[in-house]
């Protein structure tokens, strides 16, 4: 494994650890990558071999406490890529012009344990099975979608896709807990199908501790796909209501609704989304169930800790179509506390993705242009959706939020996960803006 970077005042940077060395093995155990890392110097006594740019092999024997870091940081390592096809893989569904990475499908268990991404398993080897028990990598988050076997197949568009259950099932018996999804596509994996999946997941209860349904997404760039329905108003009532039946049974059994719908469910259907306790400490808010309630509960238990004197400030606040609804009445209640801030918010069309996207995350910087404009520029600033640029800063078009905040002429700030913590940070300004960082890199 080659270094990166050495971190400051850390033991690689005391043994005198270049950038460009490798790191050949840790205790006799060869090291190929970050896992291999975390895992192999977790322990107190140390033998790490080293292989200088000249080539020369060093052993360095290191004495330090348990879980203290080397200081050594990998470069990216390469993705572990999807083998599947699927029909509704937002990948196979963009256009040309978008970032790089948007045009890979990944489907990495390194990720799914380190960042709560979903995977489907159909591309292990014996390596990574064997690595997943030894390192136990718990929780991972898997994209069960079905556990009719044939149907999960045809779902995926891979024929020697091979079977989920008896390797999940070997995963629970070395203790390694699994939260599933399944993507619903409407006259495919849903009734019987979808009523089979959440019994046979159930029965696994707590190794899979819950069950996420999400609606499918389809963008306009499909021509070259198999037809697929979208979800209209009508059957996410439906879902809804099939979803809140099973959980009374659970909530019965176990205490927890176990069986969750995403947040997507309740904007299509035009209903109010359940209260927190819906969610069971939200387990799997990054995958879009109960963000809208935590935004909502995050403003009402937080929204007075933003100064209520202070200089009038005008903020443009964007978001999409979904969550305009929600984010308004936010708004609303932080405006009413601190009349001093008047905050217009608007919800952008996604006129690039198409109408039935509507979630902030997949605005453009184009589609964001031209909706900010039409909203004037007498703003102190503009609020961004948090999740709109990639760790580097990019939209997805590859325009910057720099680059928006000059053709504007306006100051463009990409907002936190919350409402709270944004205005906090512009009311503050003496607290640097922090953005997301990963604590590995990958490359494609």
């Not at 970077?5 to 005391?14: L, N, R, T, V």
């Not at 975390?38 to 033998?47: I, M, T, V």
């Not at 169930?289 to 004197?309: S, V, W, Y």
């Amino acid at each position: 494994m080659r270094i990166r970077d050495i971190e400051p005042k850390s033991i690689a940077a005391e043994l005198g650890l270049s950038t460009g060395d490798e790191l050949v093995s840790i205790n006799r155990r060869a090291i190929g990558d970050f896992l291999d890392l975390r895992f192999q110097s977790a322990g107190e006594e140390l033998k790490l071999l080293i292989r200088k740019q000249d080539g020369e092999e060093i052993l360095f024997e290191v004495e330090k406490d348990y879980d203290e870091e080397l200081g050594i940081v990998p470069e990216a390592d390469k993705i572990i890529t999807c083998k599947n096809n699927c029909n509704f893989c937002f990948v196979r569904q963009n256009p040309r012009r978008l970032r790089r990475s948007l045009y890979i499908k990944d489907d990495d268990y390194r990720l799914s344990f380190l960042h709560g991404q979903f995977v489907t398993l159909t591309n292990l080897k014996q390596f990574d099975i064997d690595r997943i028990i030894e390192y136990r990598l718990s929780p991972l988050y898997v994209s069960v979608h079905t556990t009719n076997e044939k149907l999960r197949k045809e779902f995926l568009e891979n024929p020697k896709a091979p079977d989920l259950l008896p390797l999940m099932e070997r995963f629970f018996s070395h203790g390694i807990v699994q939260h599933v999804q399944v993507v619903l596509s409407p006259d495919f994996n849903d009734g019987v199908e979808l009523e089979r999946t959440i019994n046979d997941m159930a029965a696994h209860y707590p190794m899979v501790p819950t069950l996420a349904v999400v609606p499918v997404g389809l963008t306009k760039y499909r021509s070259h796909l198999r037809p697929m329905r979208a979800v209209d108003a009508e059957y996410a009532n439906g879902m809804i209501d099939f979803i809140e039946k099973k959980q009374k049974e659970f909530r019965a059994k176990w205490g927890v609704n176990f069986l969750y719908a995403a947040d997507e469910w309740f904007t299509i259907a035009s209903r109010e989304v359940p209260p927190s306790e819906y969610y069971d400490g939200f387990p799997q808010l990054e995958n879009g169930i109960g963000m809208i309630r935590h935004l909502m509960d995050d403003t009402e238990a937080r929204f007075k800790l933003i100064p209520k004197q202070g200089p009038n400030k005008r903020y443009l606040v964007v978001t999409g179509r979904s969550a305009l609804p929600t984010l308004t009445k936010c708004v609303k209640k932080v405006q009413n506390w601190a009349s001093r801030l008047e905050i217009e918010v608007i919800g952008i069309e996604n006129l690039f993705f198409g109408q039935s996207v509507g979630v902030a995350g997949l605005l453009i910087g184009e589609d964001m242009l031209a909706g900010i404009s039409e909203a004037g520029r007498n703003f102190d600033a503009v609020l961004l959706p948090p999740y709109c640029v990639n760790l580097s800063g990019i939209f997805l078009d590859e325009m910057t939020p720099a680059e928006l905040s000059e053709i504007l002429g306006t100051p463009v700030f990409v907002g936190e996960a919350t409402l709270v913590d944004t205005l906090l940070n512009l009311e503050n300004p003496n607290q640097k803006q922090q953005n997301l960082k990963t604590e590995f890199n990958f490359s494609a």
